[in-house]
T-cell receptor
Framework: AQSVTQLDSQVPVFEEAPVELRCNYSSSVSVYLFWYVQYPNQGLQLLLKYLSGSTLVESINGFEAEFNKSQTSFHLRKPSVHISDTAEYFCAGGGYQKVTFGTGTKLQVIP | DSGVTQTPKHLITATGQRVTLRCSPRSGDLSVYWYQQSLDQGLQFLIQYYNGEERAKGNILERFSAQQFPDLHSELNLSSLELGDSALYFC???????????FGPGTRLTVL
């Protein structure tokens, strides 16, 4: 069965420090992986996605995630966070006909 | 603006009542999803429709039901409401089951 695990429910980090939000997936079928972000009082929006090809995917606001098949991971990273990155981040994985969301990681950027 | 619209934005009602939440997907999207988000349960997938047919079910209670109409809009019906049903309800749409999901702004339901 398809499952997505986000290992940290909350991650506090100082502004301009690097951050990694962890995500592991399990699947026995073709894998599509997504990171969504939810800013306060808003709906979720796509941050980046992996469908195939290069295992490193990047977003327009400096985040990147690497698909690691051997470790079944799709961790999200940013080398230097800003206050505006404070949000909840959801990892999601898709197999045939279905997408499963993780439980979310709240990123708190401390000034 | 994701292109997904949800009405109403806020809904306040009493226990035991029934409400209907409405969602219009992005133009051309055939898949519609419903999610419930609360502080204690986080984001919970409820149900998915694809071109009018139910495609997947998540943690949807028997008191809840949904449908997708020929014009592809969807409605989520919540009945015999309980205090614990108070939450944000999101609708999302996508072109297919594994494409990017576009989320609406949500309906905040408060059950008093």
């Amino acid at each position: 069965a398809q499952s997505v695990t986000q290992l940290d429910s909350q991650v506090p980090v100082f502004e301009e420090a690097p951050v990694e939000l962890r995500c592991n997936y399990s699947s026995s079928v073709s894998v599509y992986l997504f990171w969504y972000v939810q800013y306060p009082n808003q709906g979720l929006q796509l941050l980046l996605k992996y469908l195939s090809g290069s295992t490193l995917v990047e977003s327009i606001n400096g985040f990147e995630a690497e698909f690691n098949k051997s470790q079944t991971s799709f961790h999200l990273r940013k080398p230097s966070v800003h206050i505006s990155d404070t949000a909840e981040y959801f990892c999601a994985g898709g197999g045939y006909q279905k997408v499963t969301f993780g439980t979310g990681t709240k990123l708190q950027v401390i000034p | 603006d994701s292109g997904v619209t949800q009405t109403p934005k806020h809904l306040i009602t009493a226990t035991g009542q029934r409400v209907t939440l409405r969602c219009s997907p992005r133009s051309g999207d055939l898949s519609v999803y419903w999610y419930q988000q609360s502080l204690d349960q986080g984001l919970q997938f409820l149900i998915q429709y694809y071109n009018g047919e139910e495609r997947a079910k998540g943690n949807i209670l028997e008191r809840f039901s949904a449908q997708q109409f020929p014009d592809l809009h969807s409605e989520l019906n919540l009945s015999s409401l309980e205090l614990g049903d108070s939450a944000l309800y999101f609708c999302a749409s996508s072109a297919s089951a594994t494409d990017t999901q576009y989320f609406g702004p949500g309906t905040r339901l408060t059950v008093l």
